[in-house]
């Protein structure tokens, strides 16, 4: 079956450094998301991607965010300097056609900012 | 506004026992989505059931069962002889047709299944 595929699983970095976090979505799904969730929190909405453009972002999708499809496969979230608070579990998620099929989820990245 | 509301922060049965798990929703669209996932200690989204707004069927799964009522705007879940296994946190989201697909979670439920 099909899946989401994120990397890395964890992430460790020292504030005020960038990071990119990867997702393959599955291969013929056109709608890209990326979610976030702090530790013991929930799921929070924060950018969703189609037609290389993005198509909706959150307040919390600031200018230190950036989401990118580089090569028709990745998806990327760079965050350029990051925060304590940006320490969660950052999901990506991608859809065929919005609607009428589920939204499925990678298995997330943990980013814990030092 | 869209809006998710999971009242019950924690419930805790012993196995066997049945337990329902409350989602209300807002929304203004007519045409809408509703989901549950649940995610186990491991932190994965394991997605359980997608329903739209015009299937007020009851639906059925094993053990599970979803009871989606529009006119209290809620979609309960309920999980018939409780396993340990069902351990986890069960997040219930939105999504409406205004939008771009974006899923609007609740705050979750955390339910601990004792053995």
């Known amino acids: 079956e099909p899946e989401v595929t994120q990397t890395p699983s964890h992430q460790v970095t020292q504030m005020g450094q960038e990071v990119i976090l990867r997702c393959v979505p599955i291969?013929?799904?056109?709608?890209f998301y990326w979610y976030r969730q702090i530790l013991g929190q929930k799921v929070e909405f924060l950018v969703s991607?189609?037609?290389?453009?993005?198509?909706?972002k959150s307040e919390i999708f600031d200018d230190q965010f950036s989401v990118e499809r580089p090569d028709g496969s990745n998806f990327t979230l760079k965050i350029r300097s990051t925060k304590l608070e940006d320490s969660a579990m950052y999901f990506c998620?991608?859809?065929?056609?919005?609607?009428?099929?589920?939204?499925?989820f990678g298995p997330g990245t943990r980013l814990t900012v030092l | 506004a869209q809006k998710v509301t999971q009242a019950q922060t924690e419930i805790s049965v012993v196995e066997k026992e049945d337990v329902t798990l409350d989602c209300v929703y807002e929304?203004?669209?007519?045409?809408?989505?509703l989901f549950w996932y649940k995610q186990p200690p491991s932190g994965e989204l394991v997605f359980l059931i997608r329903?739209?707004?015009?299937?007020?069927q009851n639906e059925i799964s094993g053990r599970y069962s979803w009871n989606f009522q529009k006119s209290t705007s809620s979609f309960n879940f309920t999980i018939t002889a409780s396993q340990v296994v069902d351990s986890a946190v069960y997040f219930c989201?939105?999504?409406?047709?205004?939008?771009?697909?974006?899923?609007?979670f609740g705050q979750g439920t955390t339910l601990q299944v004792k053995p």
């Open positions: 998620a991608s859809f065929r056609r919005v609607g009428t099929d589920t939204q499925y």
């Open positions: 291969s013929n799904h056109l709608y």
């Open positions: 991607f189609y037609n290389n453009e993005i198509s909706e």
């Open positions: 929304t203004r669209d007519t045409t809408y989505y």
């Open positions: 329903r739209n707004s015009f299937d007020e």
């Open positions: 989201a939105l999504s409406g047709s205004s939008n771009t697909g974006k899923l609007i």
